[in-house]
Structure formats: C-alpha cells, structure tokens
C-alpha cells in the first residue's frame, strides 16, 4: 500500500487519535501532509480540534470528580499542579484558552482545572475555542512547511518522504526533549523518589 493510500484510509482516525494522546507531532505531521494533496487541511482541522477537545473534556472531568486524590498520588504533578493553581487564580480565561501553548503543562492543566472547582459552563466554551485555535494554528504551521519544503526543493514528490520523516522525527526529538527535562526536573525536586 502507498503512503497516499495509507494516508486516504487511515489519515483523520490517525489525527483523532493522536491528538487524543497528545498531538502537537501528529498535526504537525498532517498539516503538511495536507499540503501534499494527501488530506484536506478542513479535514485536519476538524480531527485535530475533535480529538484535543475530547482529551481535555476528559482530563477536566477526571479532575473534578478525583483531582485531589490523583494529585496525592502523583507527587510529579504536584509542583506543576501548583503552577497551574497560581496561573488560575490571575489569568483564568487566558490560560484555558492557551493551555494547549504552555509544553510541560498542556497535560496536567485540565485536570487542574477540573480539579479546582471550576464548572463545567465556566470550562467548556473557552476551551471549545482554545482547541479550535490550536488545531487551526498547528494545521497552518504544518501546511506552510509543506510550503516552505515546496519552494526550497523543486522536485518535491522525489523527497516527501525524507521531508516527513524530518518533520516527524524533529517533532519526537522535541517531544522526548520536553519529556526528559520533566523527568529530570522531577527528579532534582524529589532525589529520593517519594521515599
């Protein structure tokens, strides 16, 4: 099966799922791909907003039914908690609409917010409109370096796949990046492990 192919049967459920996850990558990843022809960048859009929007409805409503109990359980999420907490209390709207930005706390954040008592009408139409933006900005970054890769190589078809191998790796090499730092940052906080 060709990468056309594969990306025409599996390419939104891919996007819904991975944004489910997490996403930044997987938009990234299709908004270019979107550039290529291979999906329609409304398509992306709409997978991507659908798929965050669903993830962090989720993570809220975890937070507000057992937000204090998992916090306890996750010394980790306690010094990012208490971040969060702090941002909440002076930029409410702001950081619910731009949560999804803030790397190191896009995870953790909803179920902050969930967990500080927030309802659910106060939540949901600010991060309705925080997930359409972030899909729609992730979706045009990728689809202008499909842009940028169209100009700077003239035979683009030649080299796509090298592209979004370089594009996909660049955003994992971010990704475990990000990772490692909060681990050891986690680490530094807490040498002993909890023990």
């Not at 990234?28 to 859009?45: C, E, I, K, S, T």
């Not at 039914?65 to 990012?80: D, F, H, I, M, N």
Request: with cysteine; glycine share 14%.
């Amino acid at each position: 099966m060709h990468l056309e192919a594969l990306v025409a049967t599996y390419g939104y459920a891919a996007i819904l799922l991975g944004t489910l996850l997490e996403g930044e990558v997987v938009v990234l990843v299709a908004g270019f791909l979107a550039h290529q022809g291979y999906l329609d960048p409304g398509g992306v859009v709409l997978a991507a907003f659908a798929g965050t929007l669903c993830s962090d409805q989720l993570a809220y409503f975890l937070g507000r039914s057992r937000g204090g109990a998992v916090l306890e359980r996750r010394p980790a999420w306690k010094a990012k908690a208490a971040r969060v907490f702090a941002l909440l209390h002076r930029r409410r709207i702001p950081l619910t609409l731009g949560f999804r930005f803030l790397y190191g706390l896009r995870t953790v954040t909803p179920f902050v917010i969930g967990a500080s008592g927030i309802r659910p009408r106060e939540f949901a139409p600010w991060n309705v409109l925080g997930a359409a933006v972030w899909a729609a900005v992730l979706t045009g970054l990728g689809y202008s370096i499909g842009g940028a890769l169209t100009v700077v190589v003239a035979d683009a078809q030649r080299y796509e796949l090298w592209a979004l191998a370089g594009v996909a790796s660049l955003g994992a090499l971010t990704w475990v990046g990000y990772a490692l730092r909060g681990r050891f940052a986690a680490k530094v906080a807490d040498p002993d492990g909890g023990l």
